[in-house]
């Protein structure tokens, strides 16, 4: 959550930082701010003739754009930016980042969560600190001014002030004595060093460097060190430095009104991506896993574990391989996994999902596996991200970078490779081969979703009054069902809750009336009939019904009022078709309640903190 950009180099870094925190805005968007020098003068001088100006809004960055509109930085200088989602403070003007000391002659933006704010504060406060904000982040900015007091180097300040604090972070820093300068600093929170031609960038996420930066260095943990127009210094250990290889086009909308359509669309390629050069006539090849490949024949369990989107994901491959693999699986939601008292399940592997590779509670549920000695294997699509480098080994999504709040393409992508797993694991199933050739046929049945768009539009706009709705599936479709709830819930700010649909006469049937929808996922599968049964209930009830259904099925439209349908498949991949069709309705129905459905209210993409 927040996303930090600094540059240094021969351009206006207004410019670039603003650029940079726009493709970093899905990280928080509640208020906004930059740190530049500028020849025209601004609050506090630097010695020179530049002098640096600080602008801070709140709301979008829209706000911010239209503060800095008449401003430009000077080349050479240095300059940083922040979008924010607020954890300590409500967001306003004064609890946006860039923070400052006491005197104005330090700047800082900040992510991540600083624990012994309280303590630092208080011992800062004695000393004659004077506080602005409500943030943990301005201690830190005081704490370097009272440690660059004593008069040590700013790099020495730096150590010792990293020393003081307990937390996450990623920092970006400009001291005044040292205006060409952005000094950094990462811990547990992700951070990335970009570099171009006698120019180097500061960003969050490898996606904001696209098109400007030609090399990258993901910066590790407790790696600290600066960025400067003639050259940059890593430390405590030696940086690797990678070529990146994004181009402008992955953070832009490719003329869509939304990140969130353009990643509902790249849905063929990115399902393909995910299988390409893993499935082939000879079987399944998953080339992150051979490092650990006897381990895993080893294995007699797993457990999944994850967060939101990718915890739905984890419900459909524990689903996966239990059917395929035959191996017992459980699944587990990161937040609680962390705290519980586990029992020792001795011969069980852990995957990770997470898009990220940086939620919080996966990555704090992962470490406290990995004490306990146990096989870790991740699923993440961020190359280079805390969870990606902490598992033992793993598979990438290749999905691309996934900007809108709400999780789409990453997550169909997920359920590709779960499904590859459980067949790489499933030695003795006699299925294999129809199973693998199937997936590769989900693609195409992808595209023939996507030609329907516009009747998920009208559809959308037909049930556009409901505050309520209800989601029903069995088997693989109930997780689907909890996603699809999931999608609406975030994008609509409408109320939708997913049940399994045996449950239904347990308890939540009685919610059920024409002012209750209810969709239900009715493909032709083991459990179809049991679903009719359900729909005939829900019927009987004056429920309305909106069913996703299998293409030629002609029973159905007899019971549901509405019906969409996909292709046929095999019902292992059924979700993939499935949660395809709910998100293009979750999309419109946002889209027509008049939300910024890219950018939810009170959420942000990448839950770092708890
Ligand atoms: C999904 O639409 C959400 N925005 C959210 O539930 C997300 O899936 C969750 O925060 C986990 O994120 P991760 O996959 O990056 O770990």
Redesign the pocket.
């Known amino acids: 959550m927040c996303g930090i950009a600094g540059y240094v180099g021969k351009k206006d870094g207004l410019v670039v930082v603003m650029n940079c925190l726009k493709r970093l805005e899905y990280r928080g968007y509640d208020s906004a701010g930059v740190l530049f020098f500028s020849a025209k003068g601004g609050s506090a001088s630097n010695g020179q003739n530049d002098q640096a100006e600080l602008k801070k809004s709140p709301g979008k960055l829209t706000n911010l754009e239209k503060k800095v509109k008449n401003s430009c930085a000077t080349p050479l200088l240095a300059s940083i930016g922040h979008t924010r989602w607020a954890t300590h403070g409500t967001p306003n003007e004064t609890n946006a980042h860039p923070h400052a000391d006491c005197h104005q002659k330090i700047f800082l933006v900040h992510n991540g969560i600083i624990e012994n704010y309280r303590e630092l504060k208080e011992q800062l406060e004695k000393r004659g600190h004077k506080f602005k904000s409500q943030t943990d982040t301005e201690t830190v900015v005081h704490l370097l001014e009272d440690n660059y007091d004593k008069g040590a180097t700013f790099e020495k300040t730096l150590d010792l002030t990293l020393k003081k604090i307990v937390g996450a972070y990623a920092f970006g820093i400009i001291n005044q004595d040292e205006p060409q300068k952005i000094y950094f600093a990462r811990l547990g929170s992700p951070l990335v060093l970009g570099i171009g031609t006698k120019e180097y960038f500061l960003a969050s996420d490898q996606a904001a460097l696209a098109g400007m930066a030609k090399k990258i260095i993901y910066l590790k943990e407790g790696q600290r060190g600066w960025i400067s127009p003639t050259g940059f210094k890593v430390w405590p250990n030696k940086p690797i430095i990678e070529r990146l290889d994004l181009n402008t086009e992955v953070a832009q909308k490719s003329g869509l009104e939304h990140f969130m359509l353009k990643e509902i669309f790249e849905q063929p390629e990115t399902i393909k991506n995910a299988l390409r050069g893993r499935l082939s006539t000879n079987g399944v090849k998953l080339g992150g896993l051979e490092s650990v490949s006897k381990k895993l024949s080893k294995i007699k369990n797993l457990e999944i574990i994850?967060?939101?989107?990718?915890y739905n994901a984890g419900l459909i491959g524990k689903l996966l391989f239990e059917e395929i693999s035959d191996i017992p699986t459980s699944v587990s939601l990161a937040s609680e996994h962390r705290y519980q008292q586990i029992a020792h399940r001795p011969d069980t592997g852990y995957i990770f999902?997470?898009?990220?590779?940086?939620?919080a509670d996966?990555l704090a549920a992962l470490k406290k596996i990995k004490t306990q000695g146990y096989l870790t294997l991740g699923l993440v699509n961020v190359v280079g991200s805390a969870i990606a480098r902490e598992t033992q080994a793993g598979i990438y999504n290749h999905a691309g970078p996934e900007i809108s709040?709400?999780?789409t393409k990453?997550f169909t992508s997920q359920l590709t490779i779960l499904a590859l797993m459980a067949l790489c694991l499933g030695t003795k199933n006699k299925n294999k081969k129809e199973l693998a050739r199937e997936l590769t046929l989900i693609p195409n049945k992808v595209k023939l979703i996507l030609k329907q768009n516009d009747q998920f539009k009208a559809l959308a706009k037909k049930y556009l009054q409901f505050q309520n709705f209800m989601f029903i599936g069995r088997k693989y479709n109930y997780p689907t069902a909890l996603e699809g709830t999931?999608?609406l819930k975030?994008i609509s700010y409408v109320h939708a809750e997913g049940i399994a649909a045996g449950e239904l006469k347990h308890g939540s049937l009685a919610l059920i009336d024409p002012h209750f929808p209810i969709f239900t996922l009715t493909n032709k599968n083991s459990v179809y009939e049991k679903m009719l049964s359900n729909m005939e209930e829900v019927k009987a009830r004056g429920g309305k019904i909106i069913s996703i259904a299998t293409a030629g099925d002609r029973k159905i439209a007899s019971v549901a009022n509405d019906v969409i349908y996909v292709p046929k498949t095999l019902e292992p991949f059924e979700p993939l078709l499935n949660s395809i069709a709910l998100q293009l309705f979750a999309y419109h129905f946002g889209v027509l309640r008049g939300h910024d459905v890219d950018k939810p209210r009170n959420?942000a993409?990448?839950?770092t903190v708890e």
Do not use: H
Request: proline share 0%; with cysteine; charged share 15%.
């Open positions: 994850a967060c939101g989107t990718s999902i997470s898009q990220s590779g940086e939620t996966t709040v709400a999780s990453a999931l999608k975030e959420l993409k990448s839950v």
